[in-house]
């Protein structure tokens, strides 16, 4: 039975997958024509572009854009009315970083 329940206990581990790349498997779906390295770019957009905005709500919605699209977006009604007026800003923080990992990724 003890090795029966560890067994279990195992595979239920192994079920749970690092958010970071459940996020990477989706963005990369959508980038694979564009760039040479789609999983280097989605890894780098995730770490870099996302983390450098401190909002958590635009940060969430800036992660699904990547997520559906593979590239830097954030659709207005994902973001609470009162933050709105904020997105272009956060496009502005994320501008260099999002830019380098498209176009100069690090292998």
Do not use: Y
Not at 37 to 43: K, S, T
Not at 85 to 102: D, N, V
């Amino acid at each position: 039975m003890t090795g029966t329940g560890a067994q279990a206990q195992t595979r239920s581990l192994l079920n749970v997958q690092d958010p970071r790349i459940e996020f990477i498997r989706q963005c990369t779906a959508h980038m694979a024509g564009r760039w040479t390295h789609p999983r280097a770019v989605c890894g780098c957009l995730h770490d870099h572009a996302a983390a450098a905005v401190p909002d958590s709500d635009l940060r969430e919605a800036l992660l699904r854009g990547m997520r559906e699209s593979g590239v830097p977006t954030i659709q207005s009604e994902w973001v609470p009315p009162a933050k709105q007026s904020q997105i272009s800003a956060t496009f502005t923080l994320i501008a260099k970083p999002a830019l380098q990992c498209m176009f100069d990724p690090a292998d």
